[in-house]
Structures are given as structure tokens and as C-alpha cells.
């Protein structure tokens, strides 16, 4: 497959609106691949995932290249995945010099537009994560299989471009043999928000309601003595958490998967400022502020899945294993009251209530798991920032704000603030904003949408004035998340729910 014919299709999707339309039109290209190899590399392409991940190359290399674009482009998927694979083992004196001659060789057989698509490529801009929902079910239209069957197969695998090459080679056989692999991180179960705590008892039925922590979600895989600990987002930290492999080895079992959350501790046993339990998670964290571990869930035990089991059950075979490191829970909707006003004084963000008959949806945003919240918070994607005044002069400030769009395409914009910045958050993200930076005009330095950042909100209102229609009301920052990707940013839909 010619790169001219992806990204021709890239820039029809994007200017499609509709996800219907989109599917069908990413469908048609994966048909028309040639061979199995192009299947995966444009599924991988179209998602902005390469499969070598980080190449070593970012905006500095590619604002050095001068190269012509082609006339005409004869450009393959194969040739592009050869050289970003010689890219990113490319290593050691003298690697600066070699990256840019492949760079500059590859460009030179690339007309603008693909120039420009593998600059976005590299540079991770292309990847908005909301295209993954689309691009499942476009392989699934592509290679007449149903669209649950590849979704359970991206939740197992973690790697769409994967699955779509097995549909394509075996179509639903193949796919539904996936399994749990322990040790092979699955896409976790994700909650979308409740009303309130009686809506949320009376949508569920049957439910466990449990703390919802201000920590940050894990999860662990033991296979014998071998223990793996992942965030949300599928990256591995195993390394840096030695304190929570030495919990999991302890529990009485061989192997198992658990989901659950960890955060650190007060000597009076309330959380941490959320940054301090994500500051373990880095390769040179500091280990003397240790990490509790609360487990939520439970997908293996000792040779036996229990994804499709009712969530009674897990939490049943949970309770005998876990021990002190269950996270505090009901299944009396009578309690549910009091473990609400409970977390929130042991200083949580509030509680999650789950239908006790739900399976493990991993990667999907149903309504089997509901959080609830005493004050509105939405997770939103930063697009850009504009450079601040007075006091905050030299510091990127306001941020504009976009709500993930369900079809596939770019961020919403639903507003501004520059409330709730302390100034060592301010000098964090001024720092952090102007390496994601890719463009700039006198006072606002537009970014890639990769940072999630956690916005408390009094409401929202009817506005002309952004293109959802929507704005946010008296906006201020909480936090920022770096363990959510943009792909679970709170989509455009769910702002509009919060209008009056």
C-alpha cells in the first residue's frame, strides 16, 4: 500500500463528520491492503501508534531536515515501517547524524502531504485516541466480523493493529481465541458518572459500592514469583514499585490478575496530594514515600478467567484473597450513604457503585460502573495555553480546554481557565506545554492533545462562542492526570449532559 493512500484516507476522515461515514471509509482502505503486513501498519498508521512506539525522534530532528518533497510519491507502508525501525535501534556516537540521514532519506520520497503526516506520525500528534472506538469497528466492517468480537480481542491483546492483522487471516475463528494472558496487561473497565448516588442505586440494581480513592489505578499480574505492575494507560512500572510486588507475591495463590488502585499515605492515613503517588511511577521515583495497594477486582486466579464471571463472584473469590488490602465496600444500598459521607472524610473523591451482575468490559465506558462525585469534575484535554501577565509573566497560563469527540476527530473546545495553578503546577506545565508545543503566534503556543487535566466546574451553559455549543461555568484546574491518555478524556456528549 502506497503512504499517498493513507493518508489521502487519514484527511478524508478527519474532514468526515459522522462516525457511520468514517467507519466505511477506514474500512475500505484496510480491504483493499495487499497483504496482511499493510493491514497492520495502516491500522497502526491511521491511530498514530507506530509499532516500533518511540522512535528517538521528536520536533528538534525534524525541524533540522530541509528536504524537498517528492514530485511524485511511490512511498510504501513497508519502506516507512523499515526505516522506523532502523530509527529506533539507531544508538550510541554518531546516532544524531545516522537518524537524520534516514529521516532525510525517507522524506525525500514523500510528497507535502505525506511529509507532512509522518511529521504528526512521529511526533505523536497524530494520536488522539478517540479514533481506536472508530478504527475497531472498522476492522470489523472491513473483515465481517462483529464488532464485539474485536473489541474483546483489543481488550485481551491491548494492540488493535494486532488484532486487525488476525481478522484479517482468520477472521472471528481466530479472534475469539484470544485469552488472558497473565503477564500481558489488559485494557481495563473504565466508569462513567452518576447523577447522584439514589440514581445510581436505582439504574443498577444489585450493586457494591465502594470507596472511589485519590490514587492512581493498577494493574498487577503474578505468574509464580514473577509479579508485573501496570498503570491505566497499559506502561509498565514494575521497577519503580517494589513495595507493591512484594504485597502480591504474599498473597495465597500461584498466579492471578487484580485491578485495583494505590496511592500514599499521611501518617493519619489520609492520601497524599495525587502528584506524590504518581511521582513513584517515574524510573528514578523516590521510594521512601511508600505505596498502599486496594484492589477492586479480580480477572485470573490460579488457571481460571473470570472476565465473563458476574462481578458477585469476583468480588467473592476477591474478599478470600485480597484481605486488609480490599478496598473499603457494601453491597447494602442501605450503607451506601454513610461509606459515601465515609470517603469523603477520610479525604476520597467520593464512591463507585457497579451492578453486581456486570462482566469486565475492559476498555469500554458503560454504565455497569458509576462514579460519584460531590462536585462536577471533568477530565479534558489541553490544546493550548496563552502566556501569562503580571505576576505569572514568562509562564504559560490560561489553558483552552477540549472535550474528546466519540466519532474520532480532533478535541472539542469547551472553554478556558487559568484558576486553581499553584505556582509550582504553573512552572510544571509551562515546562510540560512547550515540549508538546507546535505552533505558536504572540500570545498562545498551541500543543498535541496528550495532557489530561482534571477540571472541577460549577456547570455548564448554552455558547456560540465554542464549537460544541457548549461552555464551561467558573472552570479551575484540580489537577493534571498523566495516567489517563486523551483517549479517556470526558467526551463532548458528556458535557452537554451537565447543561441545566
Not at 481495563?188 to 447523577?195: C, K, V, Y
Not at 519503580?240 to 487484580?258: A, D, H, K, Y
Request: glycine share 8%; proline share 5%; charged share 25%.
Amino acid at each position: 500500500m502506497r503512504l499517498a493512500e493513507l493518508v489521502h484516507t487519514s484527511a478524508t476522515v478527519a474532514g468526515t463528520r459522522g462516525r457511520k461515514a468514517k467507519i466505511e471509509t477506514l474500512a475500505a482502505l484496510l480491504r483493499g491492503a495487499t497483504d496482511a503486513r499493510d493491514v497492520r501498519l495502516a491500522t497502526a498508521y491511521l491511530i498514530g501508534v507506530p509499532p516500533q512506539g518511540r522512535t528517538g525522534v521528536g520536533w528538534r530532528a525534524l525541524s533540522t531536515l530541509d528536504t524537498p518533497p517528492a514530485a511524485a510519491s511511490n512511498l510504501t507502508l513497508h519502506a516507512v515501517d523499515d526505516t522506523l525501525a532502523a530509527l529506533a535501534s539507531t544508538s550510541g556516537s554518531g546516532s544524531a547524524q545516522r537518524r537524520k540521514d534516514l529521516l532525510t532519506a525517507l522524506f525525500a520520497q514523500a510528497g507535502q502531504p505525506e511529509q507532512d503526516f509522518l511529521i504528526r506520525l512521529l511526533t505523536g500528534e497524530l494520536r488522539q485516541g478517540a479514533l481506536e472506538g472508530v478504527m475497531a469497528d472498522a476492522v470489523a466492517a472491513a473483515f465481517e466480523v462483529p464488532a464485539a468480537v474485536v473489541r474483546r480481542a483489543h481488550m485481551l491483546r491491548g494492540d488493535l493493529a494486532a488484532v486487525a492483522e488476525a481478522a484479517r487471516d482468520g477472521g472471528e475463528a481466530v479472534l475469539s481465541e484470544f485469552r488472558l494472558q497473565v503477564g500481558r496487561a489488559v485494557r481495563p473497565m473504565l466508569a462513567s458518572p452518576a447523577e447522584s448516588l439514589d440514581s445510581a442505586l436505582a439504574e443498577l440494581g444489585e450493586v457494591s459500592v465502594e470507596y472511589k480513592l485519590d490514587g492512581a489505578r493498577i494493574q498487577v499480574h503474578r505468574d509464580g514469583d514473577e509479579v508485573r505492575v501496570f498503570t491505566r494507560t497499559l506502561r509498565e512500572i514494575t521497577a519503580s514499585v517494589p513495595e507493591l510486588v512484594e504485597v502480591v507475591r504474599g498473597l495465597p495463590c500461584t498466579s492471578v490478575v487484580l485491578d485495583g488502585e494505590t496511592l500514599a499515605l499521611t501518617d493519619d492515613g489520609r492520601p497524599r496530594p495525587f502528584q506524590e503517588t504518581m511521582s513513584r511511577f517515574g524510573a528514578t521515583s523516590a521510594r521512601e514515600l511508600l505505596l498502599h495497594p486496594y484492589f477492586f477486582d479480580l480477572l485470573h486466579l490460579d488457571g481460571v478467567d473470570y472476565l465473563d464471571a458476574p462481578l458477585r463472584e469476583r468480588l467473592s473469590t476477591l474478599d478470600k484473597l485480597a484481605g486488609s488490602h480490599r478496598i473499603p465496600s457494601t453491597m447494602d444500598p442501605a450503607a451506601a450513604a454513610t461509606l459515601l459521607d465515609d470517603a469523603l472524610a477520610a479525604g476520597h473523591e467520593g464512591v463507585m457503585v457497579k451492578a453486581l451482575d456486570s462482566a469486565y468490559a475492559a476498555g469500554r465506558r458503560g454504565k455497569s460502573w458509576q462514579k460519584v462525585k460531590p462536585v462536577h469534575t471533568l477530565d479534558l484535554v489541553v490544546l493550548a495555553a496563552e502566556w501569562g501577565h503580571g505576576r505569572r509573566t514568562g509562564s504559560l497560563s490560561n489553558l483552552h480546554l477540549g472535550a474528546r469527540d466519540p466519532d474520532g476527530g480532533p478535541p472539542v473546545m469547551v472553554g478556558k481557565t487559568f484558576k486553581g495553578l499553584t505556582d509550582e503546577l504553573l512552572a510544571w506545565q509551562t515546562a510540560a506545554l512547550r515540549e508538546l508545543a507546535t505552533g505558536t503566534d504572540d500570545y498562545t503556543v498551541h500543543v498535541r492533545p496528550e495532557l489530561v487535566v482534571e477540571i472541577e466546574l460549577d456547570g455548564v451553559q448554552v455558547s456560540p462562542r465554542y464549537p460544541g455549543g457548549v461552555a464551561l461555568r467558573f472552570a479551575r484546574v484540580l489537577r493534571y492526570r498523566p495516567d489517563k491518555e486523551a483517549a479517556e478524556a470526558d467526551t463532548i456528549d458528556s458535557v452537554r449532559d451537565l447543561l441545566p
